[in-house]
Nanobody
Framework: QVQLVESGGGLVQAGGSLRLSCTAS????????MGWYRQALGKQRELVAA???????NYADSVKGRFTISRDNVKNTVYLQMDSLKPEDTGVYYC??????????WGQGTQVIVSS
């Protein structure tokens, strides 16, 4: 069983920055990708950004050029640097880990609120 521990959410004004971190409780062996999803109130959970074990990245169109995902395989940690935040970035951000068998693991979620 993999546990994901997230940190870094909070309240920030529009235009500001936040950095989310997520650490997995196991080694990177068997991990296909790690990423971040978010869920705004009344909306479905959506992919924000993901990074594969080989370093390939994928971003939602709405965050391209503003968010950067990175990972430290030694620390089993994935980061999401969020710059130029907008009120529409508000939501609960969930860390995701997908193993090589396609099984998804989720963190408990961290709240991000961007005030206008």
């Amino acid at each position: 069983q993999v546990q994901l521990v997230e940190s870094g959410g909070g309240l920030v004004q529009a235009g500001g920055s936040l950095r989310l971190s997520c650490t997995a409780s196991r080694s990177s062996f068997g991990i296909n990708s790690m990423g971040w999803y978010r869920q705004a109130l009344g909306k479905q959970r959506e992919l924000v950004a993901a990074i594969t074990s080989g370093g390939s990245t994928n971003y939602a169109d709405s965050v391209k050029g503003r968010f950067t995902i990175s990972r430290d395989n030694v620390k089993n940690t994935v980061y999401l640097q969020m710059d130029s935040l907008k009120p529409e970035d508000t939501g609960v951000y969930y860390c995701n880990l997908r193993n090589v068998f396609g099984v998804d693991y989720w963190g408990q979620g961290t709240q991000v609120i961007v005030s206008s």
